[in-house]
């Protein structure tokens, strides 16, 4: 299962190389486990709120240490780079989890940006619950839409 739970893939050998734009798209020990072989890069709104969600996600991964769900979040936090260029995050990557706000011209703004920056086998994924999938593609070229997932 992928960081933001909603679909399973294999994914090779490697571990895989995962966009995550916005912090919110980490929730969970369950997400934080799922995220040890990945390696993660963080966007947010600004290079400020790219500081909080980095902040945010270390004081929610050392509170389920203390619980004990998940072990050292050291190695965890280590896979994640917090950036505020989507161009230089999204090259290389295997999936991309859009996790904004339920706005249809940003997400779908977001959309084509990731698009012509992430290789053309990348996955999309968004989190909308209210936006149909096939609206969001629609901003993505022909060739990526059936890799736009929800």
Do not use: C, Q, W, Y
């Not at 399973?8 to 486990?33: Q, T």
């Not at 996790?99 to 989190?127: H, M, Q, S, V, Y």
């Not at 022909?142 to 890799?147: E, F, G, N, S």
């Amino acid at each position: 299962m992928l960081p933001n739970g909603s679909i399973h893939a294999n994914v090779s050998e490697r571990p895989a190389e995962v966009e995550v734009i916005d912090r919110d798209a980490i929730r969970g020990p369950e997400h934080a486990k799922r995220l040890r072989r990945s390696k993660v890069t963080l966007r947010d709104l600004d290079d400020s709120a790219t500081a909080r969600g980095m902040e945010s996600i270390r004081k929610s991964l050392e509170k389920f240490a203390s619980k004990g769900t998940i072990d050292d979040p050291a190695p965890i936090l280590a896979r994640i780079t917090p950036t505020g260029d989507i161009a230089a995050a999204a090259a290389g990557i295997d999936l991309a989890v859009e996790a904004i706000i339920e706005d249809e011209a940003a997400k779908r703004a977001l959309f084509a940006a990731l698009d012509a920056a992430a290789p053309p086998a990348a996955i999309l994924a968004t989190n909308t619950s209210s936006i149909p999938i096939g609206r969001l593609a629609e901003a993505v070229a022909p060739a990526r839409r059936p890799r736009v997932v929800g």
